[in-house]
């Protein structure tokens, strides 16, 4: 009889644990974040996590249309210079502070104040932001900014407890207060992130794992190498030659979607001493465009899986201005365009990410300019540590991608505009900068679309970025898990998200 009543008592032990195993869910990561404060946040891989803490003003559909996430309903005022937002209700802060607008107040100045801001270029033009009532706030513009309700679907829309913001020696950077699904318990560095649910959450019912356990894993092959020994059960950012393997297996499921995003090589034009003079002519600049084979590389690296681009929006995109292709391979043309600039081989050193993919590609590239008269020196370091060294001017390049933006401004604009805070290359050029505000100022398709090609005409001559493809977003995760959707932003959404039963 005790033999029965200790097998039973066991048995149900042991399936409690499983049940527990059950609700956390293990993702694999490609990098380490940075920082989590949605005011300092840079990287791709911060907003991956971020979407499970934060929620945004807005968000996005898997079609890119805008929908409403914490602002249930938004108006712009006949001039363009004023933003009304209708306030979710009911809201509370993960601390348990409440979510209204003077909270929305609260983080606009902040985001337009605060000295290490990301956030203040890409709501520039912002004035400040006006309390209505407890659940309508007005944000006010100095001129008209049609790009504004794009980056409230971004970090720019994220808000942070009032409260938590302004408590002396706050730590924003690893636990963030927001209004979200989930909340930081642990974080160690290049090791876990460890999140665990909200009970006050406002729509706590469309989220089903208890714990969330992201884990970096750079190189590629571990990382799929844990998703197949059940150490595992999602990852991001598969490599498309790995793709065909994992559809086969049955234990395994597959999500895609063309992304937002590019990558490329960001060229430090004029930050610090460290710019390397060649590079700061435009001709030596086209040389290294013109010696990359881009659809050699895509099919190489890429089993032909992602699509090669020589734009900040893929060839797709109704941004992308088709007067201005995809160059093909010109060794000739790149070899006379180093002597007109004076030389008849350059240097550069290029910091690229520890990441197998990255340093394949970068490889592919170095052997493609060498032919071309250009030696490149790869430079192999961690991803956090190469964003904080091409801000400070410490590189002559970096291999580097971007997450995508629905919104072309927030595509160019964070990173080539004269003086904005994303712009690590320094690039600076009157005649870009004069697209671009044409192109917030107007809230016509058509007039939008023009000022956006001319952008694209004047970063096709100076090259100060070598856009060389755009991916696919592409998750992996075993079968048990259910209601997955893969946005072509490449953020990991787990409303709806579960195991099967």
């Not at 876990?192 to 092959?221: C, M, N, T």
């Not at 065909?244 to 979607?257: E, N």
């Not at 086209?286 to 681009?309: H, M, T």
């Not at 394949?360 to 032919?371: G, L």
């Amino acid at each position: 009889m005790k033999r029965r009543i200790f097998a039973a008592a066991f048995g149900a032990l042991l399936a409690s644990a499983v049940a527990a195993e059950a609700q956390t869910l293990r993702i694999g990561l490609a990098e380490d974040p940075d920082s989590f404060d949605p005011a300092k946040a840079w990287s791709y891989v911060g907003r991956v996590v971020l979407a499970s803490i934060c929620d945004k003003l807005v968000d996005i559909a898997p079609d890119t249309s805008f929908v409403p996430q914490l602002a249930e309903a938004w108006e712009t005022s006949p001039d363009g210079k004023a933003l009304t937002l209708r306030l979710r209700a009911g809201v509370t802060f993960s601390d348990g502070e409440p979510f209204n607008a003077a909270a929305v107040k609260f983080n606009i100045e902040r985001f337009l104040t605060m000295p290490e801001s990301r956030r203040k270029a890409e709501i520039a033009g912002v004035t400040g932001a006006t309390v209505i009532d407890d659940l309508t706030v007005r944000i006010d513009l100095e001129k008209p900014n049609a790009p504004l309700i794009a980056q409230f679907s971004d970090r720019a829309g994220m808000m942070v407890s009032p409260k938590a913001a302004s408590a002396p020696g706050a730590k924003l950077d690893d636990n963030p207060v927001c209004v979200g699904p989930y909340r930081v318990v642990e974080r160690i560095a290049q090791d876990k992130i460890v999140l665990e649910r909200v009970p006050s959450y406002w729509d706590k019912g469309k989220f089903h794992f208890e714990k969330l356990v992201y884990q970096p894993v750079p190189d590629d092959a571990v990382r799929i190498a844990n998703l197949r020994a059940g150490q595992l059960d999602f990852i991001e950012r598969v490599p498309p030659t790995e793709v065909a393997g994992l559809k086969a297996d049955p234990k395994f499921a597959i999500a895609a979607a063309t992304s937002l995003a590019y990558q490329g090589i960001t060229i430090n034009v004029d930050n610090g001493p460290k710019a390397n003079p060649a590079f700061k002519k435009p001709e030596v600049r086209e040389a290294l465009s013109l010696a990359i084979d881009r659809k050699a590389l895509n099919e190489v690296a890429f089993a032909g899986q992602y699509l090669p681009g020589n734009q900040a929006q893929p060839p797709n995109n109704k941004f992308y201005n088709k007067d201005y292709p995809v160059p093909a391979r010109d060794v000739a043309k790149a070899k006379a365009l180093l002597k007109q600039a004076g030389y008849e081989r350059v240097n550069l050193k290029m910091l690229v990410p520890n990441g197998t993919e990255s340093l394949q590609v970068a490889q592919v590239i170095q052997s493609m300019a060498a032919e071309a008269g250009i030696d490149i020196e790869l430079q192999s370091i961690e991803f956090i540590s190469m964003l904080k060294a091409a801000k400070e001017g410490n590189s002559e390049s970096d291999f580097v991608g971007w997450s995508g933006r629905v919104d072309p401004d927030g595509n160019i604009a964070t990173l080539l505009q004269c003086g904005n805070p994303g712009n690590d290359g320094h690039y600076c050029s009157a005649e870009l900068d004069a697209a671009l505000a044409a192109g917030r100022a107007s809230s016509d398709p058509e007039k939008r679309r023009l000022a956006y090609f001319k952008a694209a005409e004047v970063i096709a001559r100076d090259n100060p970025i070598i856009y060389l493809y755009h991916r696919q977003y592409i998750a992996a995760f075993t079968a048990k898990v259910a209601g997955f959707v893969q946005y072509p932003d490449g953020i990991i959404r787990l409303r709806g998200v579960e195991y099967r039963q």
